[in-house]
């Protein structure tokens, strides 16, 4: 069955010399027999259309995400030396073991293999049982959790907004108590509709969006830096970041923890690597245009990151704050920081979508599955075409499922509204197992690299050396988390 819920026909042709079972949907059959087979790929699925430019959109949107305004803030935990360091080489870490899971696209052969159409899928091809299963645990849990980061910072950005206004009108000293909730209402209501596009190869225009706006609020923040640079006339901070005395020596450690996590989260995408890779089109083949996309897309991303961090250490020093256009540093233009924060909630609610579209299909394909026969879940039903989009099916399943999904991750958001210690959790805890050991793992699998090899005891030595930092921001990150709650009230928390 179909996932649009067209019935399948099944064709046996010959490619490459060897047989493939070629599906091929009711809608596309003329008379019974293929309408025009150009308009399908080796798999039977309708051609895909993705290149090296919507590649690069979708790797930007989901990289350059809200994590950008926290480096600031991390960079004044490590200091000058460590903060950049550190940053290239996650940069570089994410980037070479990206590559190697775009070979895992295909098995066993990166080019001419069976398809693996999602993450989980690349693993259960090349790894046991047990793997998957920790895997699609820390993919799908970690979905979950960006969509929930993502809730808070886009909440936090709209209320930043309201703030600003209330600044400008009452002065700088006003309090400007403003309530998030409201904002994460509305954040999760637009996300109700945009939840309902049906597949992931769709949203290519709104990752395009996205990407822009990601852009736009970097450069503005940016900017600001470096005016607020040239306002004081010299660069703040120091070579090792926060001292010994405006913070404890247990804080000095774990704060750094927890820096490490938001780096990691800064960078964290893969994740989502193999479904955007299935979204590109062949010839080339697509572990080379993914590749590609993922040099353009990290080396871009590492730019920013970059300047923004910096800058904004730079700015603030060690008072940096823990988002760099919510904590009011700047207070002016106000316009400016109005349409930075604007460009923010614009790129989470299609950076949301992104992360999201895989953890959707994988439900549904696994509901459709288990209950093959109830029209409630499979049942598909045709509404008028929607001008510039075409025909779209409704089905039930998708509607309540995906509606219950997004107000669940609301409610969440809205119990546990901390941007920083959240964003540093969630990247401590999907860097290693997502980013560095499973795509390690896989291609030493595939490659079949002898135990004991030279290249297979480096992968073993990078795999180690990351798991040893996940564990580190990880704890540094749970700190924060716990005194965060520490007097907390739910539902009551204001900016």
């Known amino acids: 069955m179909a996932q649009n819920g067209a019935p399948h026909f099944y064709l046996q042709v010959e490619l490459q010399g060897n047989m493939a079972e070629v599906s091929i949907e009711a809608d596309h059959l003329e008379n019974g027999k293929p309408s025009n087979l150009k308009n399908f790929d080796d798999d039977g699925r309708v051609k895909r259309q993705g290149t090296l430019w919507t590649a690069s959109a979708h790797i930007i949107t989901a990289v350059i995400g809200s994590g950008v305004l926290s480096l600031a803030w991390a960079i004044a935990q490590l200091g000058w030396i460590a903060g950049p360091a550190v940053m290239l080489a996650f940069s570089f870490v994410t980037y070479y073991t990206s590559c190697l899971l775009a070979d895992c696209y295909r098995s066993p052969n990166p080019v001419t293999g069976k398809r693996n159409y999602t993450y989980m899928d690349a693993v259960k091809v090349n790894l046991d049982g047990l793997q998957v299963k920790i895997c699609g645990l820390a993919q799908y849990g970690n979905l979950v959790g960006t969509a929930i980061g993502y809730t808070i910072a886009a909440s936090i950005s709209m209320t930043a907004i309201a703030r600003s206004d209330c600044f400008q009108s009452q002065g700088h000293e006003a309090p400007c108590h403003i309530s998030n909730n409201p904002y994460m209402i509305m954040f999760g209501v637009v996300q109700v509709l945009l939840s309902q596009i049906p597949d992931f190869d769709r949203l290519w225009w709104l990752s395009i969006v996205a990407a822009v706006m ?282």
């Open 214 to 495: 990601s852009f736009t609020y970097s450069s503005i923040g940016l900017c600001l830096g470096i005016g607020k640079v040239a306002e004081l006339g010299h660069f703040r901070g120091s070579m090792t970041g926060v001292s010994i005395g405006l913070v404890t020596e247990a804080e000095k450690i774990w704060r750094t923890f927890q820096a490490l996590g938001n780096i990691a989260f800064a960078y964290s995408y893969s994740m989502i690597l193999i479904e955007i890779q299935d979204t590109i089109k062949s010839p080339p083949a697509e572990n080379k245009t993914m590749k590609k996309a993922t040099m353009l897309g990290v080396s871009t991303t590492t730019v920013f990151y970059m300047l923004c961090g910096c800058m904004g250490y730079a700015a603030f020093g060690d008072e940096a704050p823990g988002n760099l256009l919510t904590g009011f540093g700047f207070y002016n233009p106000f316009w400016m920081i109005d349409i930075a924060n604007a460009a923010i909630v614009i790129h989470l609610v299609g950076a949301y979508q992104v992360y999201c579209q895989p953890l959707f299909a994988f439900v549904e394909s696994w509901a459709a599955k288990k209950w093959h026969k109830s029209e409630f879940v499979t049942k598909e039903y045709r509404v008028q075409p929607i001008p510039s989009f075409g025909a779209y099916n409704v089905n039930v399943f998708r509607v309540v499922w995906r509606t219950c999904f997004v107000v669940s991750t609301t409610l969440v958001s809205m119990l546990l509204p901390f941007f920083n210690s959240v964003v540093g959790l969630m990247g401590a805890v999907a860097f290693w197992p997502l980013t560095v050991y499973f795509p390690v793992t896989m291609y030493i699998a595939q490659n079949k690299i002898p135990r004991w090899s030279s290249k297979w005891f480096a992968l073993q030595i990078l795999s180690m050396v990351c798991l040893v930092v996940s564990i580190a921001a990880a704890s540094g990150s749970i700190v924060g988390v716990v005194e965060s709650l520490s007097g907390y009230k739910p539902f009551k928390t204001a900016y």
